[in-house]
DNA sequence: TTTGCATAAATTGTGTACAAAGAGCGGCGA
DNA sequence: TCGCCGCTCTTTGTACACAATTTATGCAAA
């Protein structure tokens, strides 16, 4: 039996990560609990366990309300985010993936080559990209073998406006995807360096590799949420 | 006005941190409201944060335990922190302190020295020079200006068993500080050396100073708690 | 003695009522 | 008209009662 409060701790996370509720926007306990059909109690325990883990902002009395992530903020967390999937992939060459994670390593590279690379390039394509990518950083950080880095990761990449796959925009209805195809190749051309380095043991320049490669993502969202900033500031 | 529950929770974090439950030891909910003179409301919204936290464990319908945390897991953490910490150190090189900053962080390494240094060295030195430590580490990571990194370095710091100078146990009644006189001595070397670093703005050579620095202690505490385990095994 | 089950006790999960703090609003005076 | 005060209303914080689940206990049978 799953209890109500993790019920609506899952609802709601996957709510505000989804875009259900604007940045800044207040979360009202009593509307929540209609909205599910439970009472305040679960969804309060709910709310506390998101503000926990920094998808929002809370001051008592006042009430929850999602949290607004200004462009620094953002550019900091991929910076350290940089740094610990630069972490992870040393500790993954230096650990060596055993045979089977290997093949499947390979794999997953395999594919994500096969679709950049591929005649067909539409909304499919790059969602199975996407998965891959995921997959392959995934890989990556169970490969480190260390369980709290791979928490910090995590912590480092639910957060709302900002997800695993190019950036979520509240503005708009639908998610966004932010990236053209020579951002893909060039993701993937990284990829294809990183695997290399993971595979040969080769752990510092698996780091450096993993680090400007994060980094670039990040500069690219930096670029591309600076613009939107600027078109939202314009129409409001 | 402070809320009985961030009353509740800040009071519960300093006696998990203090080591006044065992690690695996129970929190009753219920003892718990008795003993801090609230109803089970708020202290279940502290358990709540604390277990966010990651100072305990929780299993739904079961309750609460302080975390008891493996060797591995101890230097699994180390491994973050030093990464972290050796990012907050090259982001502070590479910025550069303000003068008033500079100040303070060379009086604060000039006091470091002259404790170690001195002929007297007895627990009013230590306290002390752990105090300082403390406060150096925290100029560095202030001056990195990363608001983020700052945060989830105090994560790696707040963890029942490991705390910022030594290790408590919860074995014995009270605070052990496991290191030695040399072991000071090293450790304000490395100061001495990071400090340099920093102040000249050489971003890489801070980086790698302070991982090591951090390491270092990880490997000391790391070898300590083998053998206590080893000690404790021994009792049992 | 041990194992299994049924029952009882203890503990956690949830709903709800009430207390308290904050936000919004209207009236009053300068 | 503007600003301030006090009120009301909304929203959050807390206590408590009850439901649901887990854990302990005791008894009977193998």
Redesign the pocket.
């Known amino acids: ?8 701790t899952r609802r709601l996370r996957e709510a505000v990560l989804g875009g259900a509720y604007m940045p800044g926007g ?6 929540l ?1 209609e909205a599910m ?9 709910a ?1 506390g366990a998101l503000f926990a883990e920094g998808l929002l902002d ?7 309300v999602v949290r607004r992530l200004s462009l620094d903020e953002a550019v900091h967390i991929y910076t350290v985010r940089a740094t610990l999937e630069g972490l992870a992939a040393r500790l993954a060459a230096e650990t060596g993936l055993a045979d089977a994670a290997r093949a499947r390593f390979r794999e997953t590279l395999d594919e994500m080559e096969r679709l950049v690379a591929g005649d067909n390039w539409g909304d499919a394509e790059q969602q199975r990209w996407g998965d891959l990518n995921i997959a392959f950083h995934g890989q990556i950080i169970a490969a480190s073998g260390n369980g709290y880095l791979a928490n910090s990761i995590q912590r480092t990449r639910t957060l709302p406006l900002l997800t695993e796959s190019g950036v979520r925009t509240f503005l708009a209805e639908r998610a966004v995807v932010w990236w053209d195809r020579a951002a893909y190749r060039r993701s993937q051309d990284d990829h294809l360096d990183l695997g290399e380095a993971i595979l040969a043991r080769q752990g510092g320049r698996a780091e450096a590799l993993m680090r400007e490669h994060v980094e670039r993502a990040g500069r690219l969202i930096g670029r591309k949420l600076a613009n939107r900033t600027e078109a939202a500031l314009a129409l409001s």
């Open positions: 039996m799953v209890t109500r409060t993790e019920s609506v207040r979360l009202n306990e009593m509307a609990a059909q439970v009472s305040r109690t679960p969804v309060r325990a709310l809370y001051e008592p009395n006042c009430g929850y």
